[in-house]
């Protein structure tokens, strides 16, 4: 069971009925944010709410709290969790605002260079974060049977979209690229391109270009930035994490700190 704060009370929900993309999902479609904590302080609240609330506005879905109210429940749920660094979700769908959290968990290995698949499959609407998650969640799925950390959504050409819960970037001949378009324009994503000191240029990556680059990442706000050495079991580059990622490691651990401080002054 899920300890999670509805519509502003606390209900005990099975954790099926919050499996976003899962048959057993109990509401109806609507959208959702996932952001983490730092030391019981969210990361990068504010763009995550601004997406939010411009997507229901957006699709036409009507959000019943205002922003300070939001704000004050993401506040309780995030003090009411025993640990400091959390993963929060909040889902609001017809007639329901939800929140709940969980531990972070995250295993610092992954910043080492993860393993990760490709997979035909596409979302109907890859703008926009919606709980119609049933592609994504699919192609995650087969990323896990097979022991990798990803699944990369790619269309019938081989060409590459983004991850099944994150955006990808890759670097070619020192320059950093990323796709524009058909995509969720992630929370991560657009940091990097907004502060990141490498220039992010914007192109199409397919399958057959993975042998040809140098470094590869994804980019997600519960885990930031995780290198990827393997693809379909080939290496990228040299299979370790190259210094333009690594540049790009330690800057988003001080914007993480940066934002915290913004947000608390």
Known sequence: MIKALINGKWELVPDKH???????????????????????????????????????????????????????????????????????????????LILYTSSLNIDSSIYDGVKVITVYASRNTPDIKTTNYQVCLSAWEKAQKLHCFEAILTDNNGDVFEGSRSNIFWIKNEKLLTRQGKILPGITRQMIISKFSYPVEFGKLNVTDFKKIDELFITNSGSGVVPVSHVNGSRIGNGSVGKITRKLLNDYTRWIKEDIENLHL
């Open 18 to 96: 919050l499996q976003i993309g899962g048959v057993s999902f109990a509401y109806k479609s609507g959208l959702y944010e996932t952001f983490r904590t730092l030391n019981y302080k969210p990361v990068f609240l504010n763009p995550h709410m601004d997406r939010l609330y411009q997507t229901a506005q957006k699709t036409g879905l009507k959000i019943q709290f205002s922003r300070s109210e939001l704000l004050d429940m993401v506040n309780t749920v995030i003090a009411e969790f025993s640990e400091p660094d959390q993963r929060v979700r909040i889902l609001a769908v017809p007639d329901h």
